[in-house]
């Protein structure tokens, strides 16, 4: 597969030059399938940095437009009407899929992951040794990378539009808690926790509380970063309220196993998982 050329052909019929439907259309598929086996990705790592491939999610766009809506699925089984197949190719992936787990054709799952009954969207990249427990959902784009945990009920946001808007990032051995929410382009680095029901948008302020002072940000969890659901006081024209915050209270220790790094951290802070 030459990248460049398929590149050209894309943004070729983004622009409206061509039959998304004809022949031409069959750039299209290559991308989709290029994605359901890992080969592509909506955006990837550089240097410490991610890349977005905006022309890869330009493909998924358009794929839209190239398939009819048709019933899919056993006839005596489960049954979807859409236009995306399932994907089917877990076993060649080497990848357990717990029924009704469903992740869509044109996502990526990496050996040994585990999909729970929980939903992966086009486009997704979801690495290696990775959990996806009961009902989470792993949005569009969305990259999540190895030996992470995504617990039960979490919602990793998806992105489509605007092509060049960075997706959420789940880097490696992150361990998302139950019903935390993760959504419009939020970067969780390497081996961070965070406990049950944090939520995070770009938005949201992420107070660091580890110093004598508190350092605000948005948009980034620092790598080993411990993190629970806060609040803050936000003053309005009504009066003074409190609006969700995210704090980060501790460390994973560099020195010890992750697991054992991770139960030990979910002892010293007191976090919910």
């Known amino acids: 597969m030459k990248i460049d050329k398929l590149r050209e052909r894309i943004e070729s019929l983004a622009a409206g030059k061509g039959n998304v439907r004809g022949p031409q259309g069959r750039a299209i598929d290559e991308v989709i ?42 006839a005596h089984g489960l049954q979807f009407f859409d236009k995306l197949p399932v994907k089917r190719n877990y076993k060649k992936l080497g990848v357990r899929c717990v029924p009704p787990g469903v992740a869509r054709y044109g996502s990526f799952l990496g050996r040994n992951a585990i999909l729970m009954p929980a939903f992966v969207n086009v486009g997704a990249y979801v690495d ?30 998806g992105v489509l539009e605007p092509p060049q808007a960075t997706p959420v990032i789940i880097e ?20 961070a926790v965070l406990g049950a029901g944090v939520v995070l948008t770009a938005s949201t302020p992420i107070i660091d509380v580890r110093g004598g002072q508190p350092v605000t940000t948005k948009g980034r969890i620092p790598a080993r970063a411990v993190v629970i659901p806060g609040s803050v006081p ?40």
Not at 33 to 62: F, M, T, Y
Not at 140 to 151: M, N, P, R, W, Y
């Open 128 to 157: 290696e040794d990775t959990m996806i427990d009961t009902w989470a959902t792993v949005g569009s784009c969305a990259q999540v990378g190895k030996g992470v945990h995504l617990s039960g009920g979490v919602g990793i946001g």
């Open 172 to 191: 490696d051995g992150a361990f998302v808690g139950s019903r935390c929410i993760v959504v419009e382009g939020v970067r969780v680095e390497r081996e």
């Open 234 to 273: 936000k003053r309005f024209a009504a009066g003074e309220y409190t609006v969700p915050c995210a704090l980060i209270i501790g460390t994973r220790s560099e020195s010890t196993d992750r697991k054992t790094s991770l139960n030990s951290v979910l002892r010293d802070f007191e976090v919910a998982v």
């Open 33 to 74: 399938d290029a994605l359901d086996v890992g080969a592509l990705r909506a955006a990837e790592p550089s240097g410490d940095d991610w890349v977005v491939n905006a022309w890869v999610k330009q493909a998924i766009l358009l794929y839209f437009t190239r398939r009819e809506v048709t019933v899919m699925g056993d």
